[in-house]
């Protein structure tokens, strides 16, 4: 299993890893507040997370990554989602809400 937690690459690549739960969203949320708030990636700048590092995740999973595209919007930014677990996208298609993570980022 992958340490929860969440590493800026270049490029504004964000690379999310370990769980995404109701045990573990809101350490992440607080990391990702320090993404969308750094000042060298600039309003307007898009951000990408890649999900490949995540091991499980239930519906706050969903929960985060939807108050991710909220808060990008927000902020004048596009985000988008790379690789998202199949677990991931069957609860989102279940909540009716898939679209919000397949989101062209252009």
Do not use: K, Y
């Not at 739960?21 to 990391?31: C, I, Q």
């Amino acid at each position: 299993m992958n340490a929860t937690g969440l590493q800026r690459l270049e490029g504004g690549e964000v690379r999310v890893s370990g769980e995404l739960s109701f045990e573990t969203v809101p350490s992440l949320w607080r990391e990702a507040e320090a993404v969308f708030a750094q000042s060298d990636s600039g309003a307007g700048s898009p951000l990408c997370f890649d999900l490949q590092e995540v091991d499980r995740t239930d519906s706050a999973g969903l929960a985060l990554l939807i108050e991710w595209v909220r808060t990008a919007g927000e902020g004048g930014r596009s985000v988008s989602f790379r690789n998202i677990p199949e677990q991931l996208l069957e609860i989102a298609r279940v909540s009716g809400v898939e679209e919000l993570l397949s989101a062209d980022p252009g």
